[in-house]
């Protein structure tokens, strides 16, 4: 199948259906789309590969190259196809053609992303927090609440790398909500969500300090979120939770199902504890490995029931 792409004669995109897919639509040119891939040389020699990294990439068409951008905007979900691009429609750095064998696992429809220039960098009139992140407000929320700073949360999310329209992360794309403890995120994500309430929507620009993005070369991110919910406490009669530790002396912290923590040192029983999931944090100590959670692996307390969590100390051999 031959594509023109452009008004120059010689960006002409070749393509091949590989394997019919099962969608009936058309990625648009600001749609995301999720897709596994294989890029060659004209010398055969593989250039990337998704699955060897054992994940696949999201895209947004305008964001790539041109012959990619086309060959994918001619595809549907669950479509395999290959693309024979000229170094025309390759990127800049590439000195011949390029061959992408393409699998399109999903398509969803575009949403507002930002310009090049905003990925890049902040607009300047946009309000910034004590450690430098600005963030703008897409769409308030109707919570009141704000997340506790070790609450557990369900939010989606797309994020952007600064050197590019390159997305690095999509929930959003997956249609699968992450669900995560705050005290778990990196800085500038913990961040953002403790100022967030349910149902907004906010842009964050991360700088690279509060980023820790591996293998990014700590490039600064450009994150939207929507804070989904916050987990709350379940209905019904409070219960026990009793927590069995080896070290008389290592303190921990009980995270309770609304994110509140509270100390505890030892063995030691926790009296009219509300139904709902539950966390521990162990304290460190020298010489010994952290604390392990030997048990349970669900630590969910059911109304009126009673929750054993036992803490293991081992010693570390030199």
Not at 11 to 20: C, E, G, N, P, W
Not at 81 to 104: C, I, K, N, Q, S
Not at 200 to 214: S, V
Not at 262 to 288: E, N
Request: with cysteine; hydrophobic share 40%; aromatic share 6%.
């Amino acid at each position: 199948m031959r594509t023109p792409v452009g008004n120059d004669p010689n960006s002409v995109l070749l393509s091949k259906v590989l394997r019919a897919g099962t969608g009936a639509t058309h990625p648009g040119a600001n749609d995301i789309v999720v897709a596994h891939y294989t890029a060659w040389s004209a010398d055969g020699s593989t250039i990337d590969d998704s699955r060897s990294r054992g994940k696949p990439a999201t895209w947004i068409p305008a964001a790539l190259m041109p012959g990619l951008a086309a060959g994918l905007q001619l595809m549907v979900a669950g479509e395999t196809r290959r693309l024979w691009m000229p170094a025309a429609l390759a990127h800049e750095w590439t000195a011949g053609p390029l061959v992408f064998d393409v699998e399109v696992l999903s398509v969803a429809p575009g949403r507002e992303r930002p310009t090049p220039q905003e990925v890049s960098a902040p607009p300047a009139d946009r309000p910034r927090t004590s450690s430098g992140m600005a963030f703008q407000v897409l769409r308030p929320g109707s919570g009141q609440e704000h997340p506790k700073p070790t609450a557990t949360v369900t939010m989606l999310y797309t994020a952007w790398t600064s050197n590019g329209l390159e997305i690095c992360d999509d929930s959003v794309a997956r249609g699968a909500p992450a669900t995560v403890a705050i005290d778990a995120l990196e800085a500038g994500l913990a961040e953002a969500v403790q100022r967030m309430v349910v149902g907004e929507k906010t842009r964050f620009w991360i700088p690279p300090a509060l980023a820790n993005t591996p293998g990014l070369n700590h490039s600064a991110l450009v994150v939207d979120m929507e804070l989904v919910s916050i987990q709350r406490a379940g209905d019904g009669r409070p219960g026990t939770i009793r927590v069995h530790s080896n070290s008389p002396d290592a303190r921990y912290d009980l995270v309770f199902p609304d994110g509140t923590a509270r100390s505890g040192q030892g063995s030691q029983t926790f009296g009219d504890a509300v139904p709902g999931p539950y966390r521990i944090k162990p304290a460190t100590i020298p010489l010994y490995t952290i604390g392990t959670v030997a048990s349970p692996s669900d630590m969910t307390l059911v109304p009126g029931g009673s929750l054993e969590i036992t803490i293991a100390y081992v010693p570390i051999v030199r």
